[in-house]
């Protein structure tokens, strides 16, 4: 692995764009697919726009997105199937966390960093950073090389993009929707989050004004505590006493702090007031263009806290804009991370350290898939279980909310937009596959989804098993001399199981709700195809 300047070879068999987690696996299962049929490795690159002296792994590292969402698998699956908590991932992932010394959910970006540049030099991958696309060549429908705004072209018969906002497939010519246009909403958007770091916060010191935070704004005769929540209510009494009784879970006991093994989980919104009172302005994301969410805090090591918490609206276009710009934070994102980190130094936080990049959760999706993935597809169960190429569990996150979809959906005579099954599903690659450009895949958040697909799509997690499938796919259409979009699952799946690789699959499907889900995405204007 190299980051110079590659002046003398500029041919390669695949190239990665974007050093997003996916996109780098995904180099790193077509490279040994294709010295397990050979005994040779396939000369490979791997270029993004990031800086790579500040490490390689897009949002995880770069954006130190330290708290990974994992698969979530129901009890009565794990216990009558024998699985993990997070049952059973996929064989790549699975490798990733192990050398990257994830014991749940906590990911130290520098350990992750080091893991991914020891697999790509394994790999013999090249990589080149901080570069402008100026062009795509073509050759027919299939992409021909890249070339960059520094006069450089690059060749290769295998494009992977791992992009949020599918950049090589928009220069391409890909049809990208942007926002949740999928629902007919191409301006609403999920929110960014600058992931900031505490050192030197204890936890027990953290509880501690957790505690007291709970109780000044559940007790009615607290003046002081009474007059902020008002203030992080917008003044407005019903949402104030909704917060309050927030506070308590139904049993009447205070929501306090969850702290797992290497993780804590804020059940409760007492930070989060907290800070919106001292800000003077309200608990809303729209209102407010922030919000400090309750947060998902990864403990690592050295004393140090991750947090997953500080959010900020975005439009569809503008997080286009953001991802164009290598997520980088706006001068207000900058600025109201210093007034945060300002507060909790108030109350004895030592150190308050924020990301270089931004979490872009969502930039749009693209269209002209070889087989679109919606929502309903997920809760039928994905792809059959002779096909399926790992199993995958999520809710339908769209953490921030999708602005406007309850309106749209009132106006179609729709008053219940929740799904609050989680889908637990059969994975495959087809909805990662470009049928207008059949050399290109598509592995991230942008890939192929329908409708609510993308709340549950664009987890890591899945995305590195669909990564695994199209490396060895890539490696199957170089060696056979056939355009990527026409390998099947399985074939993949054939490759999985003579290797040993193929995880347990117990995909299940919802048809009450997968039905009622499917008639949602169909009347707001989601073009549900054929599951992938």
Not at 374 to 400: C, K
Request: net charge positive.
């Amino acid at each position: 692995m190299t980051s110079t300047t590659l002046a003398a070879n500029r041919t390669y068999d695949i190239i990665g764009f974007g050093d997003e987690v996916p996109g780098v696996l995904a180099l790193v299962a077509a490279s040994r697919e294709y010295q397990r049929r050979t005994g040779k490795k396939p000369r490979t690159l791997l270029m993004f726009k990031g800086n790579s002296q500040e490490g390689i792994g897009g949002h995880l590292v770069r954006g130190r997105l330290a708290y990974l969402d994992r698969s979530r698998v129901p009890l009565d699956i794990r216990q009558s199937l024998k699985l993990d908590t997070f049952g059973d991932p996929s064989a790549l992932y699975k490798e990733f966390l192990q050398r990257s010394g994830v014991i749940q959910i906590a990911l130290d970006p520098a350990k992750a960093d080091a893991a991914l540049r020891a697999m790509l030099r394994e790999a013999d991958v090249d990589v080149i950073s901080r570069l402008e696309i100026k062009a795509v060549l073509r050759n027919g429908t299939q992409i021909a090389g890249i070339q960059l705004t520094k006069g450089e072209t690059y060749l290769a018969r295998q494009f992977i993009d791992s992009t949020v906002n599918a950049e090589l497939a928009q220069f391409a010519g890909v049809k990208k929707l942007s926002g949740f246009e999928t629902f007919g909403l191409p301006e609403s958007e999920l929110p960014v989050t600058l992931v900031f770091e505490t050192e030197g916060l204890t936890i027990a010191r953290l509880k501690e004004v957790e505690s007291m935070l709970i109780k000044r704004f559940y007790n009615l005769n607290d003046r002081t505590g009474q007059e902020q929540l008002a203030i992080a209510a917008g003044g407005n009494a019903k949402l104030a006493e909704q917060f309050r009784k927030d506070l308590v879970d139904a049993s009447g006991n205070f929501r306090s702090m969850y702290v797992g093994q290497d993780h804590i989980d804020m059940r409760c919104s007492a930070l989060s007031l907290a800070y919106h009172a001292f800000r003077g302005k309200p608990l809303s994301l729209k209102g407010s263009g922030f919000a400090l969410d309750p947060g998902n805090i990864a403990i690592l090591p050295g004393g140090r806290l991750s947090w997953n918490a500080l959010m900020f609206f975005t439009t569809g276009s503008q997080a286009e804009a953001v991802a164009r710009a290598g997520a980088k934070p706006t001068a207000l994102m900058v600025e109201e991370m210093q007034r945060l980190a300002g507060w909790f130094k108030s109350w004895g936080t030592p150190t308050v350290r924020s990301a270089t990049e931004l979490y872009v959760r969502h930039a749009g999706n693209i269209s002209d898939v070889v087989a679109p993935l919606s929502g309903a597809d997920m809760l039928w169960g994905g792809v059959p279980a002779n096909q399926a190429l790992a199993t995958f569990g999520y809710h339908l996150d769209v953490r921030g909310g999708i602005d406007g979809l309850g309106a749209k959906a009132m106006a179609k005579g729709i008053s219940n937009i929740g799904f609050h099954t989680s889908p637990l599903f059969n994975v495959g690659f087809h909805h990662a596959l470009v049928k207008t450009v059949p050399n290109l895949a598509v592995i991230s958040p942008a890939s192929g989804f329908d409708g609510y697909a993308c709340s549950a799509g664009r987890i890591v997690e899945f995305n590195v098993a669909v990564a695994q499938s199209v490396g060895i796919a890539a490696a199957i259409a170089l060696l056979s001399n056939r355009p990527l979009a026409t390998i099947t699952n399985t074939e993949v799946r054939q490759v999985l199981e003579q290797t040993k690789q193929l995880p347990r699959i117990y995909g299940k499907p919802d048809q009450s709700e997968a039905s009622r889900l499917s008639k949602f995405e169909i009347a707001l204007g989601d073009n549900s195809g054929a599951i992938a």
